[in-house]
């Protein structure tokens, strides 16, 4: 009868959407400890996928999955190599991809699971990431800019400011050479423009003013007139 045709779909789906769960967590822990870069990085895009469709299929595993993501997230000096190029050197990172795809599956987990994630620890691994490569910094400026919005983010990152502090400062006061070319005059504004935004989201929290470091960042830099006739500059001769 209809009834039970429907309580055979209702059962088939949710032993499909177990089957999801189990093999999404079970082919992504397995992955994520391999030693080729590349399957590493495979996984992290297969768990940035799922994690962006399907949320419910990795949050029970997060406590088994995130000490293995953040890992990815560090900067290894054993894959950082020095490359001749006829007079020049040229420094190659080997583990840069597999960095983006981990805070880019730590943006989507912020997104879909929050709840689950210990916000201390997710700040100390997006801290490094200020530290890190101009795409990874704009992916962690996009992040802090959510966490300020966020209810239960706010105070977490108060707590941190103190340590968000320094890797902003060392990105809006960064200076390029006299040189500097069309392309990388561009890049450097864009990386200029995303720290300021989140440093004007962190501003708007409530008791950011009672951190030193902080007001003294605001005092020195976004509420200065160098950083505005820097930019000025730079504008003016794209």
């Known amino acids: 009868d209809c009834a039970s045709a429907t309580s055979r779909i209702r059962r088939s789906r949710s032993m499909a959407h177990a089957a999801d769960v189990v093999l999404a967590a079970s082919l992504t822990v397995a992955t994520l400890e391999d030693p080729d870069l590349k399957v590493r990085r495979g ?3 297969a768990l940035n996928c799922v994690s962006h469709n399907k949320p419910a299929a990795v949050r ?5 999955l995130l000490p293995m ?3 990815e997230t ?43 994630l210990e916000l201390p620890q997710f700040l100390v691994h997006l801290t490094d990431g200020l ?21 239960n983010g706010a105070a977490v990152v108060v707590a941190t400011l103190d340590l968000l502090v320094e890797p902003l400062r060392a990105t809006i006061c960064a200076t390029l050479k006299d040189n500097a070319v069309k392309q990388q005059i561009e890049r ?7 720290a300021m ?12 003013d009672g951190v030193t470091k902080f007001c ?10 160098k950083l505005a006739d820097d930019l000025g500059d730079r504008k003016s001769t794209r």
């Open 60 to 64: 029970d595993h997060l406590p088994e």
């Open 69 to 71: 993501l953040y890992e």
């Open 188 to 194: 450097h504004n864009e990386l200029l423009r995303s």
């Open 197 to 208: 935004r989140a440093v004007r989201a962190l501003e708007k929290l409530p008791d950011a």
């Open 216 to 225: 003294e960042l605001l005092k020195n830099t976004l509420r200065g007139p």
């Open 74 to 116: 560090r900067k290894k000096a054993e894959l950082v190599h020095t490359v001749d190029l006829g007079p020049f050197k040229h420094q190659v990172d080997d583990g840069l991809e597999l960095r983006k795809a981990g805070f880019e599956t730590m943006d989507t987990l912020l997104d879909g699971c929050p709840d689950r």
């Open 131 to 151: 530290k890190d490569d101009h795409d990874i910094k704009v992916l962690c400026h996009i992040m802090l800019r959510k966490l300020a919005a966020a209810p």
């Open 43 to 45: 996984a992290l895009l």
